[in-house]
């Protein structure tokens, strides 16, 4: 009889224990806007629970009324059900997992130790230590890109030098500006 209600405890103690997701991540950036708005809660949005799509593409969090680390109802199935449809919706449809319960990351990708975040801490910050821990890597432009920023700014110093756009003398402005970069 001990060994049952033993076994049973056991059983429905797994059943509540949370599932972090595992391996390599990288978010998106608007997955990253909406982790810092959960990170930056307080008061009645207090963090609770944020989920990920494991393609990093769409996410779901959870808030709590009570403030931070008061909240014991809802669990990680539901929460991760939500962001599924969200990922079915909008996504790959990829499963999700949890990423982050209060302020702490517990996604384990082999560089995340349960890293704490601070609600006082900027986007700026929250962004470069999600980069450091391997989950975000910033959008970096294109050759092409690049040139249509450098051609915008051969321009720009061709019209503070006094040149009017469309004239002869404009486009050899830029001309110029542009083989001396």
Same mark, same amino acid.
């Given at each position: 009889?001990?060994?049952?209600?033993?076994?049973?405890?056991?059983?429905?103690?797994?059943?509540?224990?949370?599932?972090?997701?595992?391996?390599?991540? /990288?978010?998106?950036?608007?997955?990253?806007?909406?982790?810092?708005?959960?990170?930056?809660?307080? #008061?009645?949005?207090?963090?609770?629970?944020?989920?990920?799509?494991?393609?990093?593409?769409?996410?779901?969090? $959870?808030?709590?009324?009570?403030?931070?680390?008061?909240?014991?109802?809802?669990?990680?199935?539901?929460?991760?059900?939500?962001?599924?449809?969200?990922?079915?919706?909008? #996504?790959?449809?990829?499963?999700?997992?949890?990423?982050?319960?209060?302020?702490?990351?517990? $996604?384990?990708?082999?560089?995340? /130790?349960?890293?704490?975040?601070?609600?006082?801490?900027?986007?700026?910050?929250?962004?470069?230590?999600?980069?450091?821990?391997?989950?975000?890597?910033?959008?970096?432009?294109?050759?092409?890109?690049?040139?249509?920023?450098?051609?915008?700014?051969?321009? =720009?110093?061709?019209?503070?030098? #006094?040149?009017?756009?469309?004239?002869? =003398?404009?486009? =050899?402005?830029?001309?110029?500006?542009?083989?001396?970069?």
């Amino acid at each position: 009889m001990v060994l049952s209600l033993i076994l049973f405890v056991n059983q429905t103690n797994k059943s509540f224990a949370i599932e972090y997701g595992h391996g390599e991540l /990288k978010l998106a950036d608007f997955v990253i806007e909406g982790f810092i708005k959960f990170i930056k809660g307080k #008061g009645q949005n207090s963090p609770y629970m944020f989920s990920v799509a494991e393609d990093g593409k769409a996410y779901m969090y $959870w808030v709590c009324s009570a403030g931070v680390g008061q909240c014991t109802d809802g669990n990680h199935k539901t929460v991760n059900k939500s962001c599924l449809k969200y990922s079915k919706k909008y #996504g790959s449809g990829a499963k999700c997992s949890v990423l982050a319960l209060y302020r702490t990351v517990r $996604w384990d990708n082999g560089i995340n /130790k349960k890293t704490k975040f601070n609600s006082k801490m900027s986007g700026a910050e929250i962004k470069a230590k999600l980069t450091e821990l391997g989950f975000y890597e910033t959008t970096t432009t294109t050759k092409k890109e690049e040139k249509k920023e450098t051609k915008k700014t051969a321009q =720009d110093k061709c019209e503070e030098l #006094g040149f009017a756009k469309g004239t002869e =003398d404009f486009g =050899d402005c830029v001309t110029i500006m542009l083989s001396k970069q």
